[in-house]
């Protein structure tokens, strides 16, 4: 079977991206002549566009052309004018409610039970910091944890310290503090850390460990100024550790719905075969997962931000509508503040994949939540109330917005990414899924799974949506690990901090 030259969404689109670079003179389709080299996953005009004229992928409006473009021109990231963003005061909600969602292979998985709340993925000790001063002190405790301890408690997988970088030097009774600080106190009862809380701080900062928990008995908290120099500290939080280890070690995985079940997806590095492959095939996944019961978190705010009134199509009450509404315009506000707007979130990587702006790359990223109703809208780390499809609003950075899943409490992601990173999280496993088969032949021992046989026509979406959701399962269960987990790539977390830096 011949491989296409050229995807068209649409067929009111008037571009077209390109399968693999194309060269110039190459007649793609009757009537349409490449005028110069397109390069992979680029737009190629398939009519010609009059200055002012709209540029349209997905059936949407991308811009408008900035000067004449020729039928079978190259159009890029310097020939569109942004259009005026979605209108949030007045979306319809409710009109695109699907309920016949594609049915999950499997409906139960083997999870780690947890007396309330959603069930782990993985058996960590995690270790909450309250300020980054202690981070070194931690570190080589941690270290030692790992060398001395874990191996006395083989059911236990592993040490997350929750090292970060907020906790002083912060404006802590900001009202925009309240952010960072629900991050920590959420992260504080992640599912994956079976309810085992450890705090370690210093003694002196200004975020004290009552501000994210009620348990600041000496069980649980331990200050390092309390202590007589290094080897005492060190030797304290190994001490502590151990207590909270020989606890965990008495967990068990068990056959668990997927009601009990909560993942997070995101992307990074997007290109223009992103919203072909990779995202709809999270979709599908998520929708199969959705339908089973399981509970979806996607992100992202400024990457919604120009599709959002497709999202509150599917918002199942005006509830949930109003509370996506009040995010976007908090954002917008913040963006303002800055002085910067959504033009701003395009990166470099971003337009050399093909992405022009930030809408075209909006249209793309709203594809990885499926077609699910969606139940639910989170401000920045909040956890959830409702099990379903969840819209939870955070920066679309993916070092923030993975931490800010994190603290909504995501027991594993799924990363789309088309130009490729090697981002991960320690406290929860991340499935890479790559939009181009020329990123998996690139990174083949860190892309989990390829969704680019979809852009060649070797698979359908609904086949790589499958093989993510069984991925996903195994992933989940521990009868499997993802390339960065086998690798130990961990990120730093650096949680959303609106609030001002004193």
Known sequence: MAEPLYIRIKAEDNVAIAVHAIAAGTEIMDGVVTREDIPQGHKIALEAIPEGGAIIRYGVTLGYA????????????????????????????????????????????????????YAGTRNFLGIIT???????????????????????????????????AYGCGVAINAPEAKVPIRALTNICKHPN?????????????????????????????LMLQDHKGFEAS??????MAETKLRRLNERRRETLPLSDLIIGMQCGGSDAFSGVTANPSAGYASDMLVNGGATVLFSEVTEVRDGVHLLAERCVSKEVCDKLATEMKWYDHYLEQGEVDRSANPTPGNKKGGLSNIIEKAMGSIAKSGTAPIVE???PAERPSRKGLI???????????????LASGITLQVFMTGRGTPYNLAAAPVVKVCSRTDMKEQWPDLIDISAGPIATGHAT???????????????????KQTFAEHHRIYNYLCFFNPAPIT
């Open 193 to 221: 850390f079976g309810g085992e809380l450890m705090i370690v701080g210093l003694g002196c900062e200004k975020l004290q460990p009552n501000m994210i928990t009620d348990q600041v008995d000496p069980e649980h908290v």
């Open 391 to 405: 819209f939870a609003a955070t920066p679309a950075s993916d070092i923030v917005c993975g931490p800010s899943q």
């Open 66 to 117: 900035l000067r004449d473009i020729e039928k079978g021109g190259w159009i890029n990231e310097h020939m569109l004018r942004l259009p005026t963003p979605p209108d949030v005061d007045h979306m319809q909600y409710g009109i695109h409610i699907r309920k016949d969602l594609p049915t999950p292979p499997v409906t139960t998985w083997e999870g780690y039970r947890n007396a309330e709340g």
């Open 461 to 479: 979406i609904e086949e790589i949506g499958t093989e993510l959701f069984n991925f996903i399962i195994d992933v989940a269960s521990g009868r």
């Open 377 to 379: 809208v989170l401000s």
């Open 130 to 164: 309250t300020v980054q001063c202690v981070e070194g002190v931690l570190n080589v405790a941690v270290d030692r944890i790992r060398r001395e301890l874990l191996p006395k408690y083989p059911h236990v997988d592993d040490v997350v310290p929750i090292n970060h």
């Open 234 to 239: 060190v030797q304290a939080i190994m001490d």
